[in-house]
């Protein structure tokens, strides 16, 4: 028995040499290689939304070095955008219901289709919220609308850094509407981000009524890669913004759930079909919406921002943004502050006043609506010049 033994022993011995020898390796670390295969875990699908391993972080930090490492890539993969794939059937259930079939079809295709809220990020720039970033600038836009980002990377969305304060700027896109223009004009977008690196592109048509879809998929984006940002800015393509003002007023708060912009009050329901915001009963039967913010432009700070994605999913999404963050702000009970700063309906409502081309004006302001980029390069011009004005508007 005992030769048995050294025998069994001496070959042991000797594949360990051999192998050891082969692979350049010393003992020791042939001994380790052997235990981590042996204590590797499998890899962990994150295909689903939100799937939580519940116990999988505990158990991994009561372990050594070599299993660490592994809790730390589980942690890195459960904090990154989970939706790979479009899995999305239309919703029947109401379909037969006489209230379903008098809607307009743009209706019934929402309705149909309201459930599937999170979708794949095409595009992704995660590394924009790395360090601590003061102001993100979150601008809605859509593939065709080119010269207005680039109107904008040259005025208002400039990045930069203000007393230590940094400021970074995102486009929120989907894929083009029209199928003819789709392949064509992604190859653009994708060499535009080439260039820039701040586009944020879902898998979902850009339409009016999937703006909401932005606003939801946004939130989550923020919540998984931006806990580093202390305030974000959101508004649409064509909006002159004064980045310098907004940094002033934002110096002046204190820590809360703030929601600021051009908020509308008791605001009513549109039922003429003719109108872009008309809303048939069966959508919404009160008589008013919640207090909400122009969607053309506000601030909230990050902290309510993680809030705000959280209510959202427990509404059934609505097809006018702004509205939407209305009443998720309504379950939170928060209040949006109103400002004189958001002009998100113009300077003044009267689209010929000349108010609405005085840059006396837009000097004192945070955000205005609504300019076309050769109206905001002019304007931004003359605002930054040696302007020189008669009588000053003071609202901040």
């Not at 042939?30 to 994150?46: D, G, H």
């Not at 809790?71 to 006489?98: P, Y």
């Not at 720039?125 to 979150?138: M, Q, T």
């Not at 309906?345 to 302001?365: H, R």
Request: with cysteine; aromatic share 12%; hydrophobic share 35%.
């Amino acid at each position: 028995k005992k030769t048995v033994y050294k025998s069994v022993l001496l070959s042991f011995v000797l594949v360990i040499a051999v192998t050891v020898l082969q692979r350049g390796m010393t003992a020791n670390q042939f001994l380790q290689s052997q235990q981590q295969k042996e204590l590797s875990p499998e890899p962990m699908n994150a295909q689903k939304r939100d799937n939580v391993l519940p116990v999988a972080n505990n158990f991994w930090k009561k372990e050594q070095d070599p299993l660490t490492k592994t809790a730390d890539a589980t942690e890195k993969q459960a904090r990154s955008w989970d939706v790979t794939t479009t899995n999305c059937t239309a919703n029947l259930n109401s379909s037969k219901d006489d209230w379903f079939k008098g809607l307009e079809p743009n209706f019934q295709q929402f309705l149909l289709y309201r459930h599937c809220r999170y979708f794949p990020l095409l595009i992704n720039h995660p590394e924009k919220c790395s360090g601590d970033i003061y102001l993100l600038i979150v601008v809605k836009s859509i593939i065709t609308q080119h010269d207005r980002r680039e109107a904008i990377r040259k005025t208002w969305g400039r990045e930069k850094e203000v007393g230590g304060k940094k400021v970074r700027t995102l486009f929120l896109l989907g894929v083009a509407s029209k199928e003819e223009e789709r392949a064509n004009y992604q190859k653009l977008l994708e060499y535009e981000n080439h260039i820039y690196s701040d586009i944020l592109q879902w898998d979902f048509l850009d339409s009016f009524f999937n703006l909401t879809l932005k606003e939801v998929n946004f939130l989550k984006w923020l919540g998984i890669y931006c806990d580093n940002v202390r305030y974000v800015f959101k508004g649409d393509d064509d909006v002159f913004v004064s980045p310098d003002n907004i940094l002033e007023y934002l110096g002046d708060q204190k820590a809360g759930d703030l929601f600021v912009g051009d908020v509308l009050h008791k605001a009513r329901p549109i039922r003429k079909k003719e109108n872009k915001y008309y809303i048939p009963n069966a959508l919404y039967s009160k008589t008013h919406y919640p207090p909400y913010a122009g969607g053309g432009g506000f601030v909230m700070d990050s902290p309510l921002a993680q809030k705000l994605h959280r209510v959202s999913e427990t509404l059934e999404l609505y097809p006018i943004d702004d509205v939407f963050l209305g009443m998720c702000l309504e379950v939170l009970k928060v209040t949006p502050v109103a400002h004189a700063g958001f002009k998100t309906f113009g300077i003044v409502k009267n689209k010929n006043s000349k108010m609405n081309k005085e840059p006396c004006f837009f000097q004192n302001m945070l955000v205005v609506h609504k300019l076309l980029p050769p109206e905001l390069l002019r304007m931004w011009d003359l605002v930054h010049s040696n302007l020189t004005c008669s009588r000053k508007l003071y609202i901040l």
